[in-house]
């Protein structure tokens, strides 16, 4: 998924002046979270997640931050070029300094690469390295924009999972709903699918908490639940 653009049923994404394109932890997240009337996307960048949550849920208004102004450029002309552009507004800040009021639904794809070898593109480094947003920072930033019974949810690796879920119990965020994610049968979970609330929040109809899904089968074809999740979106798998 590394083309200047990349096609979707009802929007397209111009990627070629964001350090991260369309990828896809980003596509699961957008077809798995939770949404509500007010949506937050923190680290938007292309506006893929915004987008996807904005169909999803056509009653919502969703706002998405970035800090990186060229992302926010392309993610503004992504949303106004696709037919959902009244529910989105792109605003170029970080989590830290963002005020609104409370949101029913956040969302995030944060960056995650912890004590790694960073790349000469600072860029990519900006986007993806955990130092340009701590976990400590995203939660501190989820804590005071969520809404009593909001959720929150994020894709992360399976090894930052202990650290991303510390920080969640300290701001007193439990665990609501949780899919541990494989490529194939044959491997390791590579991703997990995590979302919190601190409300009293229904459980999703037919999920069980901290099921393993799978995204291929071992002849390379996807497999039904990836499918399904993403039916809506791709033009085909």
């Given at each position: ?40 996307d923190i680290g938007c960048g292309t ?191």
């Amino acid at each position: 998924m590394s083309n200047s653009c990349f096609k979707f049923k009802k929007f397209e994404i111009h990627q070629d002046r964001c350090a991260m394109k369309v990828g896809t932890d980003g596509v699961l997240l957008g077809a798995w979270a939770e949404g509500g009337k007010r949506i937050l996307d923190i680290g938007c960048g292309t506006g893929l997640i915004s987008l996807m949550m904005a169909q999803r849920f056509p009653l919502s208004h969703i706002t998405g931050i970035d800090i990186d102004s060229d992302a926010c450029l392309q993610a503004s002309e992504n949303v106004t070029a696709s037919p959902l552009a009244s529910q989105i507004e792109i605003v170029c800040s970080p989590v830290q300094d963002f005020n609104a009021p409370r949101f029913d639904s956040i969302v995030s794809n944060p960056p995650f690469f912890v004590n790694s070898l960073a790349s000469p593109d600072a860029k990519r480094n900006l986007a993806r390295h955990s130092s340009s947003l701590p976990f400590s920072d995203l939660f501190a930033g989820v804590d005071r924009l969520l809404a009593e019974n909001g959720v929150f949810s994020a894709i992360i690796p399976i090894e930052a999972e202990e650290e991303f879920s510390s920080e969640a119990f300290l701001r007193r965020l439990r665990p609501h709903r949780r899919i541990l994610v494989k490529t194939t049968s044959r491997k390791r979970p590579k991703r997990v699918l995590l979302s919190f609330s601190r409300g009293s929040v229904p459980p999703v109809n037919g999920e069980v908490f901290g099921a393993t899904a799978t995204l291929l089968q071992l002849d390379g074809k996807p497999t039904d639940w990836y499918q399904e999740l993403t039916a809506d979106f791709y033009v085909s798998l």
